[in-house]
């Protein structure tokens, strides 16, 4: 169970920042400057900091202290990478913050051997988190360079249990259903049916839900429909793409 912390909005905005783009041999170099220790440190920082804000399953924790979130964004932010905030990451979206990245990790109850769909792919920091923790991720993606880009960084750091497709989230992956968790991060205005089709029984998905004001809804399957539980206040991008008429 997680204890928030008073007054906690979990915001993973888009930042109209600069230094999204290509980077340039000075960058590259400013950033080979900092060491994998270094940055190990920077990460177990992170985890102290998790812990406190209520964060508690340890193979949560064990995960992101494991993925390097600094291959994640772009060389300009590595400085940021452990600091408890969203990034941009390109293409107007961004990568989410540590803090909402555990908080929908440990709601989603991933078990060994399980399989998992994520909606939003981004970067691919969270499919790398749920690599660590079930059998099968499979990401969808709906910007395509995004998704491009995700999947040969995702192959490129050995996550053979990672599959990312470039398609409409609102759609799922019916081909690869049931899942026994869905994660999905960015917010449509209503829980897609699609997904809740696809989710298996006794599956958890958890969800931002909402246009103006946005919540996060934790959706478990049983034989005899869905319970909804809302909890905390939040502020994801849009979901793009069009659900099935």
């Given at each position: 169970?997680?204890n928030?912390p008073?007054?906690?909005?979990?915001s993973?905005?888009?930042?109209p920042?600069?230094?999204?783009?290509?980077?340039?041999?000075?960058?590259?170099?400013?950033?080979?400057?900092?060491?994998?220790?270094e940055?190990a440190?920077q990460?177990?920082?992170?985890?102290?900091q998790?812990?406190?804000?209520g964060i508690?399953?340890?193979?949560?924790l064990?995960?992101?202290?494991?993925?390097?979130?600094h291959?994640f964004?772009?060389?300009?932010?590595?400085?940021?990478a452990y600091e408890?905030?969203?990034?941009?990451?390109g293409?107007?979206q961004?990568?989410?913050?540590?803090f909402?990245?555990g908080?929908?990790?440990?709601?989603?109850?991933?078990?060994?051997?399980?399989?998992?769909?994520?909606?939003?792919t981004?970067s691919g920091y969270?499919?790398?988190?749920?690599?660590?923790?079930?059998?099968?991720v499979?990401?969808?993606?709906?910007?395509?360079?995004l998704a491009?880009?995700?999947?040969?960084?995702?192959?490129e750091?050995?996550?053979k249990?990672?599959?990312?497709k470039?398609?409409?989230?609102?759609?799922?992956?019916?081909?690869?259903?049931?899942?026994?968790a869905?994660?999905v991060?960015?917010?449509?205005d209503?829980?897609?049916?699609?997904?809740?089709e696809?989710l298996?029984?006794?599956?958890?998905?958890v969800?931002?839900?909402?246009t103006?004001?946005?919540?996060?809804v934790?959706?478990?399957k049983?034989e005899?429909g869905?319970?909804e539980?809302?909890?905390?206040p939040v502020?994801?991008?849009?979901m793009t793409g069009?659900p099935?008429p």
């Amino acid at each position: 169970m997680i204890n928030l912390p008073t007054l906690l909005l979990i915001s993973v905005l888009l930042v109209p920042l600069p230094g999204c783009g290509p980077q340039s041999s000075s960058e590259q170099s400013t950033s080979q400057q900092v060491s994998n220790e270094e940055y190990a440190k920077q990460r177990r920082q992170l985890i102290k900091q998790l812990r406190s804000e209520g964060i508690q399953n340890q193979g949560v924790l064990d995960a992101l202290e494991k993925v390097p979130r600094h291959r994640f964004v772009p060389v300009s932010y590595r400085h940021l990478a452990y600091e408890n905030r969203p990034l941009p990451i390109g293409k107007d979206q961004t990568i989410s913050q540590p803090f909402i990245v555990g908080y929908m990790t440990e709601a989603a109850e991933i078990a060994p051997g399980e399989k998992v769909l994520e909606i939003g792919t981004g970067s691919g920091y969270q499919a790398a988190v749920l690599a660590e923790l079930g059998k099968e991720v499979y990401t969808i993606e709906i910007i395509p360079e995004l998704a491009e880009s995700a999947r040969t960084l995702l192959r490129e750091m050995g996550y053979k249990n990672v599959q990312v497709k470039t398609g409409n989230g609102y759609e799922g992956w019916a081909e690869h259903a049931p899942f026994d968790a869905i994660v999905v991060t960015a917010a449509p205005d209503e829980v897609p049916k699609a997904l809740v089709e696809q989710l298996a029984v006794r599956g958890k998905m958890v969800i931002p839900v909402g246009t103006s004001f946005q919540r996060m809804v934790i959706i478990t399957k049983t034989e005899s429909g869905v319970v909804e539980r809302r909890t905390i206040p939040v502020a994801f991008v849009p979901m793009t793409g069009k659900p099935k008429p």
